[in-house]
């Protein structure tokens, strides 16, 4: 009944988690609309959402939802605003965020040498090969190695931690100063809305009760 009448293919799935069908400005309104409305106080749910923010500014790539869902129940957080501010490193914003805090990372830490994205992104894709297939060693009889590993961790995963928990940090504290407002706004026009219908139908039950 509520299926569609012409399925999606796989190529419009994929397409759909690179470019959302409505486009990322409806996308980030209808984020930012469900960020309004979660049932809960303006400071919670700007600890949750500061979480998901700083957590997408990490090389945790593929478990940023869960770990950010840990800091905000850490801090006392709201866990659905973490998951909205996950969104803050999406497939647009990935590939900036990642050059940025290499590059960042490399400088703190004292490293020459630039990165592209694609270099960085290809690395992470050949560190989770060499990682399934040394776990797959150690369960079997073939052999492990993990000195691409040690390279990749020195040379990108760590400068990408140091700059991106800067990066990261920034974004939060914006995140977290911008949502109270807009969250105590909106409750407060919730409250006024409610206040409204109330007196009105207060209003019509004294009319009735006026009438002979």
Known sequence: ??????????????????????GF???????WHRLRRLPDQPHRIARGMAAGV?????????FHFIVAALVSLAIRGNVLAAFLGTFA???????????GAVGLGRTILGMPGDMSPQVIFREFAHATAET????????????TSWSGLSEFWHGIF??????????????????????????RRYHRRKSLLM??????????????????
């Open 25 to 31: 400005r409806r996308a980030t309104a209808y984020l």
């Open 195 to 212: 206040a409204r219908r109330i007196a009105r139908i207060q209003g019509r039950s004294h009319r009735v009760r006026d009438d002979p």
């Open 158 to 183: 760590v400068p990408y931690a140091v700059g991106g928990a800067v990066m990261g940090a920034v974004a939060a504290t914006i995140a977290y100063y911008l949502t109270i407002p807009i969250v």
């Open 1 to 22: 009944m509520f299926k569609r009448k012409k399925p999606r293919t796989y190529g419009q799935l994929a397409s759909e988690l690179v470019y959302p069908p409505g």
């Open 54 to 62: 700083f957590l997408s500014f990490t090389p945790l790539h593929g």
């Open 89 to 99: 490193g999406n497939p647009l914003t990935t590939p900036f965020i990642a050059l």
């Open 132 to 143: 399934w297939r040394n776990v797959m060693a150690a369960l079997g009889p073939g052999p």
